[in-house]
């Protein structure tokens, strides 16, 4: 058994290179079931994938499911999407994070893996990848300034709900601008008395030549930012106070092609399944 796990490699590689807890990195992935194949993809998801092509991998050290109903769908904006085609598209969202500076090696493992679980036909295939994206941090912002649970935290933190949000520029230039009004005003200002604990914002990076062909190559590497909102509350319970305006948050300096709340699967049961259409 130790040749065939080469445990003594295990040992190596645990000796070297960065081990902190920052969320260097993510995997975001926004998937739509096809019809009729609902409950068979939330079992496969949750019974083998989310573990075995997700959290048995080296450097990803936290993961959450969430689930938007066709109530949240319809909460959607804007009405015509670059991301969400139609932007009711992608009913399941699952978030993950990586330690920082590990991203190459982490994917050294997943294109292995998932070249593995395809071979062995455990891979299901009547799902459509709507956004799937690993991405780099950015940057966090905190309602509570040093109070509270930390990005870190966030995926294993029991939140009530989370908001996608992907906003396009027109360059690296207007990006790199934008960024920097969102974590010095926008987001302040926006989270102040907001049922949002955190925000925390990524870039995506392009995938590897090697992956599955049933994954699409990541758009806007150099223009686009995805932003996570950390709910306290139901985001049904509070979308039109507080979050109806998201789609204006680019203003002057992008678009924001999708804004789709979620709210957080139950592990182990078909919760929700049978309102997703």
């Not at 940057?139 to 933190?157: I, W």
């Not at 008395?193 to 590497?221: C, H, N, W």
Request: proline share 7%; with cysteine.
């Amino acid at each position: 058994m130790s040749e065939e796990t080469r445990s003594e490699t295990y040992a190596e590689l645990a000796s070297v290179g960065p081990y902190g807890v920052r969320p260097g990195h993510a995997l975001i992935t926004m998937v739509e079931p096809h019809p009729g194949h609902e409950y068979a993809y939330n079992r496969w998801y949750e019974d083998d994938h989310y573990y075995a092509g997700a959290m048995a991998m080296p450097w990803m050290y936290a993961g959450r499911r969430w689930v938007a109903t066709r109530e949240l769908q319809e909460l959607r904006t804007p009405e015509k999407s670059a991301v969400a085609r139609p932007v009711t598209a992608g009913c399941y969202l699952s978030t993950y994070w990586i330690t920082e500076g590990r991203y190459d090696d982490h994917m050294k493992w997943t294109v292995g893996i998932n070249r593995r679980l395809n071979r062995d036909a455990r891979v299901h295939q009547e799902r459509t990848h709507v956004f799937t994206a690993f991405q780099d941090h950015e940057a966090t912002v905190y309602r509570d300034g040093a109070a509270g649970p930390r990005d870190f935290h966030a995926l294993d933190h029991p939140y009530a709900g989370l908001i996608l949000q992907v906003v396009d520029t027109e360059g690296p230039e207007e990006r790199a601008a934008l960024l920097e009004r969102l974590r010095t005003r926008e987001l302040p200002r926006r989270l102040t008395g907001s049922p949002a604990a955190m925000v925390t914002i990524f870039r995506p990076t392009p995938l590897p030549g090697d992956r599955m062909t049933y994954v699409k190559q990541v758009e806007g590497v150099d223009t686009r930012l995805t932003l996570l909102w950390f709910l306290e509350r139901d985001p049904r319970e509070c979308w039109t106070e507080h979050f109806g305006e998201l789609e204006s948050l680019g203003a002057d300096a992008g678009r924001v092609e999708l804004v789709a709340p979620f709210i957080p699967t139950v592990p182990g049961t078909d919760l929700y399944v049978d309102q997703l259409r």
